[in-house]
């Protein structure tokens, strides 16, 4: 199967940079993606690494090694509208016309004054 | 506003009823994807559909069925419910270019009494 681990909680103080880092472990790697989800809403699309290297857009940034099973989500001048939970997910092709996505956990960022 | 849309917003009701839900994906995409959500769970992928077929089942048990119609809206079909399907179910459409992001609807929260 696969195995998707990032922080179950994480604090950060407005206007601050705040890491959150996802590890994972599958064989038919195509792809990784960061979806922000407030509390009860519908997650809602960051960013995509397919390739090693980072990815920026705005005050978000991601950044992917394949080698190393390791991604990270950046967030910078972080608001207060941030706190939310960031989920990382991995999209697997090793099973035909599978493209569905596995989802970490998630990791719940609460920004403070 | 991802343009998927589902309904309904909420639904209570009992155990051992049978209840369906509700998706259209966005304008253009021809894959439906369904989640689940609960609190100890995560998001979990159930069952994915390609333009009417169904492509891919991730842990979806049988008691629960689904299908994409024509005109590429998709049932989710729920049955002999159990307080344990209490959760946001949650809808997602791509179109099958490179990224293949999924863009989620706002979900339906279903309450199990």
Known sequence: GQNIDQPTEMTATEGAIVQINCTYQTSGFNGLFWYQQHAGEAPTFLSYNVLDGLEEKGRFSSFLSRSKGYSYLLLKELQMKDSASYLCAVRDLRYTGRRALTFGSGTRLQVQP | ?113
């Open chain 2, 1 to 113: 506003d991802s343009g998927v849309t589902q309904t309904p917003k909420h639904l209570i009701t009992a155990t051992g009823q049978r209840v369906t839900l509700r998706c259209s994906p966005r304008s253009g995409d021809l894959s439906v994807y369904w989640y689940q959500q609960s609190l100890d769970q995560g998001l979990q992928f159930l069952i994915q559909y390609y333009n009417g077929e169904e492509r891919a089942k991730g842990n979806i048990l049988e008691r629960f069925s689904a299908q994409q119609f024509p005109d590429l809206h998709s049932e989710l079909n729920l049955s002999s419910l159990e307080l344990g399907d209490s959760a946001l179910y949650f809808c997602a459409s791509s179109e099958r270019g490179h990224t293949d992001t999924q863009y989620f609807g706002p979900g339906t929260r279903l309450t199990v009494l």
